[in-house]
Nanobody, 122 residues
């Protein structure tokens, strides 16, 4: 079992910054992609940013230039640094990891955190 523990969410004013973190723990053989998704009320869950085990990143157009994702492979932790936050960034943010728990599993599984609320409001 892989557990993702998220932290760093909260209330921030427009233009402010937040840094979220997501630490993976449990039975882990290897973690491939890690990333963050978000879901605002009445909207579909959408990609925010992802990062591979080698450090290659991908960002949604809506956050490109404002958010930066990084990871610490030794700690199995991923960090999105969110700057210049806007009201439209308000959502529940979910950590995601693609991982194998054993070497012999045929494919990786997706694991999700419980979600953390980010509210951008003055």
């Amino acid at each position: 079992q892989v557990q993702l523990v998220e932290s760093g969410g909260g209330l921030v004013q427009p233009g402010g910054s937040l840094r979220l973190s997501c630490a993976a723990s449990g039975s882990i053989f290897i973690i491939y992609d890690m990333g963050w998704y978000r879901q605002a009320p009445g909207k579909q869950r959408e990609l925010v940013a992802t990062i591979t085990s080698g450090g290659s990143t991908n960002y949604a157009d809506s956050v490109k230039g404002r958010f930066t994702i990084s990871r610490d492979n030794a700690k199995n932790t991923v960090y999105p640094q969110m700057n210049s936050l806007k009201s439209e960034d308000t959502a529940v943010y979910y950590c995601n990891a693609a991982a194998k728990t054993t070497w012999y599993t045929p494919s990786s599984n997706d694991y999700w955190g419980q979600g953390t609320q980010v509210t951008v409001s003055s």
